[in-house]
């Protein structure tokens, strides 16, 4: 170790060893205590002991099949501030070979059983976040306040072994204390060096029954009931798994003889529910005292379990639907999430501020309409620069901002995420939070556009990146929101690609509508209640562009066929309102580039007949928007065309801005459906400046599709449009039973 010598202590139980361990350390090792018993006493009370010997503020455990890094005790220690209520430090465990996971945090499910998640996972593939608040540390490598170890009772003795530092954990939790995750205390595990000599069917008896002690020790009077007969539910299917026993064996007449073999792994879950009610008086005297030292709800405890009702334990079908089964009839699911979502956290990863793009947007909206449902944080790798009621804001910067958006995610009942952000989150994917994926932005077809301005070798490497995080996505979605009728299609098919199309999708809803619906852009309330005029209040003709010069839209044609038109009409303007955002790391559009050239070869600045705006504050763009008379829309021939929702239209419709537009979105052939504008073959300048000349003529035709897109907005109200994120919220209860 690279601590300071003088600062700490080695005590060494042996619990009767015979390999000569313990001449081995008195010859070599004089300086650290050997305390060597006559009989195996169990991990439990072999570490109680080591405490008990102790005179030191804390206690670091390791066990013999371990080895530690040099900074091991250095990083734990770093992390103690029993003061502030880290009374426990959990370590990271790696295999023997610092390759793979073996701890790097906890999880309980409802009925007592302790996870690792991660475990045997490559260790570059996963995120171990430093910090990160645990139900339990692994008693193979912890730290502790010695005070608080012994007043609380230490490990259980009765444990003998395993699930003893989940029931130390959950106590400590109980009584107000918590643990947290040293990220870089790392040490390396050699696997069963010891529980390897036990057969399984002893190791059985341990897990069983230490599993049903904990519960009835740390859960309170409340809750205790539905959990307990939970657990005893389901640890008797666990034992008729194990039987391999057939149900036509017992039906009448059968005549098979009363004496048959059966497995011990069976009969082991039995013997350990025996060793509980053998037990009962003392172990309700120690739930006695547990229970005196409580200072915080079960749902506190409760909020830091991470797979709560995941059937550990089991992996078969038949025994998961059992699993299902009895938590939805015990009401078990509402004592972790309550019977609607009550915390939703929504993740953005663009400027929320006072100049917003559209991923941005759509993040703050949502936040704001779904306020009136749960308590929303919307959180941001950038400040975010907006406030509304119900709605709170946290930001991801550094290790501390990681920590706090895992605890953030770890207490909500929901999580709406987007793009990349399992890639940078991998913990997302073992969440007990329900996952709504947000795919209303197909953005692997933008992307084709970018990759002109690649060599081949990095577009193919940004192809791979990008299919691989919309995998990830699309393989840990509970629920998947997208824009229109047309993209559900699309993202059905990836779906079932995917196999996400199985039997509980269709159990579920045969239309697989809660798996993927449409939740589309929306729009606010009216920019001004009942007017309908639009237009500048002076004689100027203004046409807007309303957003940014994507390297897929063609502003390029419209540029042309309004420099036809600039003599016939003299008091036409056409302006752009903002280019691109600064700031958003997005890269620099090709397209821009080309259009500002072809403005300065037209001299269309120059003569003021072009205004190149900066890109407007959100709030002040239906001002801007009411001002005009035009809105127009232009994209190129692509397949991203097909797939596209343009968001700009639907500010027109907010403003009741007549549309010109270019064919081949759904929004497109709304405007022509409805009569909310023009709407022409994509990259035909001839078409544009024809449909461009009837609406500057004829005032009247633009007060009626003005009229119209007035009326399409009553459909894309925001507080409308969440109605399926909604639902879920009201009724979290299929997507959780679907996840177990």
């Given at each position: 170790?690279?601590?300071?010598?003088?600062?700490?202590?080695?005590?060494?139980?042996?619990?009767?060893?015979?390999?000569?361990?313990?001449?081995?350390?008195?010859?070599?090792?004089?300086?650290?205590r050997?305390?060597?018993?006559?009989?195996?006493?169990?991990?439990?009370?072999?570490?109680?002991?080591?405490?008990?010997?102790?005179?030191?503020?804390?206690?670091?455990?390791?066990?013999?099949?371990?080895?530690?890094?040099?900074?091991?005790?250095?990083?734990?220690?770093?992390?103690?501030?029993?003061?502030?209520?880290?009374?426990?430090?959990?370590?990271?465990?790696?295999?023997?070979?610092?390759?793979?996971?073996?701890?790097?945090?906890?999880?309980?499910?409802?009925?007592?059983?302790?996870e690792?998640?991660?475990?045997?996972?490559?260790?570059e593939?996963?995120?171990i976040?430093?910090?990160?608040?645990?139900?339990?540390?692994?008693?193979?490598?912890?730290?502790?306040?010695?005070?608080?170890?012994?007043?609380?009772?230490?490990?259980?003795?009765?444990?003998?072994?395993?699930?003893?530092?989940?029931?130390?954990?959950?106590?400590?939790?109980?009584?107000?204390?918590?643990?947290?995750?040293?990220?870089?205390?790392?040490?390396?595990?050699?696997?069963?060096?010891?529980?390897?000599?036990?057969?399984?069917?002893?190791?059985?008896?341990?897990?069983e029954?230490?599993?049903?002690?904990?519960?009835?020790?740390?859960?309170?009077?409340?809750?205790?009931?539905?959990?307990?007969?939970g657990?005893?539910?389901?640890?008797?299917?666990?034992?008729?798994?194990?039987?391999?026993?057939?149900r036509a064996?017992?039906?009448?007449?059968?005549?098979?003889?009363?004496?048959?073999?059966?497995?011990?792994?069976?009969?082991?879950?039995?013997?350990?529910?025996?060793?509980?009610?053998?037990?009962?008086?003392?172990?309700?005297?120690?739930?006695r005292?547990?229970?005196?030292?409580?200072?915080?709800?079960?749902?506190?405890?409760?909020?830091?379990?991470?797979?709560?009702?995941?059937?550990?334990?089991?992996?078969?079908?038949?025994?998961?639907?059992?699993?299902?089964?009895?938590?939805?009839?015990?009401?078990?699911?509402?004592?972790?999430?309550?019977?609607?979502?009550?915390?939703?956290?929504?993740?953005?990863?663009?400027?929320?501020?006072?100049?917003?793009?559209?991923?941005?947007?759509?993040?703050?909206?949502?936040?704001?309409?779904?306020a009136?449902?749960?308590?929303?944080?919307?959180?941001?790798?950038?400040?975010?620069?907006?406030?509304?009621?119900?709605?709170?804001?946290?930001?991801?910067?550094?290790?501390?901002?990681?920590?706090?958006?895992?605890?953030?995610?770890?207490?909500?009942?929901?999580?709406?995420?987007?793009?990349?952000?399992?890639?940078?989150?991998?913990f997302?994917?073992?969440?007990?939070?329900?996952?709504?994926?947000?795919?209303?932005?197909?953005?692997?077809?933008?992307?084709?556009?970018?990759y002109?301005?690649?060599?081949?070798?990095?577009?193919?490497?940004?192809?791979?990146?990008?299919?691989?995080?919309?995998?990830?996505?699309?393989?840990?979605?509970?629920?998947?929101?997208?824009?229109?009728?047309?993209?559900?299609?699309?993202?059905?098919?990836?779906?079932?690609?995917?196999?996400?199309?199985?039997?509980?999708?269709?159990?579920?809803?045969?239309?697989?509508?809660?798996?993927?619906?449409?939740?589309?852009?929306?729009?606010?309330?009216?920019?001004?209640?009942?007017?309908?005029?639009?237009?500048?209040d002076?004689?100027?003709?203004?046409?807007?562009?309303?957003?940014?010069?994507?390297?897929?839209?063609?502003?390029?044609?419209?540029?042309?066929?309004?420099?036809?038109?600039?003599?016939e009409?003299?008091?036409?303007?056409?302006?752009?309102?903002?280019?691109e955002?600064?700031?958003?790391?997005?890269?620099?559009?090709?397209?821009?580039?080309?259009?500002?050239?072809?403005?300065?070869?037209?001299?269309?600045?120059?003569?003021?007949?072009?205004?190149?705006?900066?890109?407007?504050?959100?709030?002040?763009r239906?001002?801007?928007?009411?001002?005009?008379?035009?809105?127009?829309?232009?994209?190129?021939?692509?397949?991203?065309?097909?797939?596209?929702?343009?968001?700009?239209?639907?500010?027109?419709?907010?403003?009741?801005?007549?549309?010109?537009?270019?064919s081949?979105?759904?929004?497109?052939?709304?405007?022509?459906?409805?009569?909310?504008?023009?709407?022409?073959?994509?990259?035909?300048?001839?078409?544009?400046?024809?449909?461009?000349?009837?609406?500057?003529?004829?005032?009247?035709?633009?007060?009626?599709?003005?009229?119209?897109?007035?009326?399409?907005?009553d459909?894309?109200?925001?507080?409308?449009?969440?109605?399926?994120?909604?639902q879920l919220?009201?009724?979290?209860?299929?997507?959780?039973?679907?996840?177990?």
């Amino acid at each position: 170790l690279d601590y300071p010598v003088d600062r700490f202590e080695i005590v060494v139980i042996d619990n009767a060893s015979v390999d000569g361990s313990v001449e081995f350390l008195r010859n070599r090792f004089p300086g650290v205590r050997v305390s060597v018993q006559t009989h195996n006493l169990g991990f439990a009370p072999a570490v109680n002991l080591g405490a008990a010997m102790s005179t030191n503020d804390a206690i670091a455990m390791v066990n013999n099949d371990m080895r530690v890094a040099p900074s091991w005790l250095r990083e734990l220690t770093r992390h103690f501030a029993p003061a502030q209520g880290v009374s426990c430090v959990a370590g990271t465990i790696l295999n023997w070979e610092g390759t793979e996971l073996d701890f790097g945090g906890g999880a309980v499910n409802f009925h007592g059983f302790g996870e690792q998640p991660g475990v045997g996972n490559p260790i570059e593939d996963l995120q171990i976040l430093d910090g990160s608040v645990q139900p339990f540390a692994c008693g193979g490598a912890m730290l502790v306040d010695r005070q608080t170890f012994v007043e609380l009772g230490g490990f259980d003795p009765q444990f003998f072994a395993y699930f003893e530092d989940v029931d130390f954990g959950l106590r400590l939790q109980v009584c107000g204390h918590r643990t947290v995750l040293a990220g870089n205390a790392r040490s390396f595990h050699r696997h069963h060096g010891t529980s390897s000599r036990f057969r399984w069917h002893e190791r059985m008896v341990l897990l069983e029954r230490n599993a049903l002690r904990l519960l009835i020790k740390n859960v309170s009077e409340e809750n205790l009931p539905r959990l307990l007969a939970g657990a005893m539910l389901m640890q008797s299917q666990r034992a008729l798994f194990d039987a391999h026993s057939t149900r036509a064996d017992y039906d009448f007449g059968v005549g098979l003889d009363d004496i048959g073999a059966v497995n011990r792994l069976a009969i082991s879950r039995l013997h350990a529910t025996d060793d509980v009610l053998q037990d009962l008086p003392q172990l309700l005297e120690l739930r006695r005292q547990v229970q005196h030292l409580r200072t915080v709800s079960d749902a506190e405890v409760f909020s830091t379990f991470g797979l709560p009702l995941t059937p550990l334990g089991n992996s078969d079908p038949g025994y998961a639907n059992v699993f299902a089964s009895v938590v939805s009839m015990l009401g078990i699911d509402q004592l972790f999430h309550g019977s609607s979502v009550k915390k939703l956290v929504i993740l953005c990863h663009d400027l929320v501020g006072e100049r917003m793009a559209g991923t941005a947007i759509r993040a703050w909206e949502m936040s704001c309409a779904l306020a009136q449902y749960a308590e929303v944080t919307i959180a941001s790798d950038r400040p975010v620069d907006r406030r509304h009621p119900g709605v709170t804001s946290l930001l991801i910067e550094g290790d501390e901002g990681l920590a706090a958006l895992r605890s953030a995610v770890d207490q909500a009942d929901a999580v709406l995420l987007f793009g990349f952000d399992v890639v940078r989150y991998p913990f997302l994917a073992q969440t007990r939070a329900l996952r709504i994926v947000d795919l209303y932005d197909p953005w692997i077809f933008g992307s084709l556009e970018q990759y002109d301005g690649m060599t081949a070798d990095a577009a193919e490497a940004t192809k791979n990146h990008e299919v691989n995080a919309l995998n990830q996505l699309i393989d840990i979605g509970d629920m998947f929101i997208c824009a229109s009728e047309r993209q559900r299609d699309f993202w059905l098919g990836m779906l079932a690609s995917r196999g996400r199309l199985d039997k509980r999708a269709h159990d579920m809803d045969p239309q697989l509508r809660k798996l993927i619906d449409v939740v589309p852009f929306g729009v606010p309330p009216l920019v001004k209640p009942h007017e309908s005029v639009t237009g500048s209040d002076d004689d100027r003709l203004v046409i807007l562009w309303a957003g940014g010069t994507w390297d897929w839209f063609d502003p390029l044609s419209v540029v042309d066929a309004f420099y036809e038109l600039q003599n016939e009409f003299p008091t036409a303007e056409l302006h752009f309102m903002g280019l691109e955002l600064e700031g958003r790391g997005v890269p620099a559009q090709s397209m821009t580039a080309q259009l500002t050239a072809r403005l300065k070869q037209l001299g269309l600045v120059e003569s003021g007949r072009v205004v190149l705006g900066p890109w407007a504050p959100y709030d002040q763009r239906g001002a801007i928007l009411r001002a005009a008379d035009i809105g127009v829309v232009a994209a190129k021939n692509l397949a991203e065309n097909r797939m596209a929702f343009r968001t700009r239209m639907l500010d027109h419709f907010w403003a009741g801005l007549p549309t010109l537009a270019t064919s081949g979105d759904v929004l497109a052939e709304l405007v022509q459906s409805s009569g909310a504008g023009l709407v022409v073959a994509p990259e035909d300048s001839s078409a544009l400046r024809d449909a461009l000349r009837r609406l500057l003529s004829d005032a009247e035709l633009r007060r009626q599709a003005g009229e119209a897109a007035l009326a399409l907005a009553d459909h894309f109200r925001w507080t409308e449009v969440i109605g399926p994120i909604a639902q879920l919220i009201g009724n979290p209860r299929p997507y959780r039973a679907a996840r177990t």
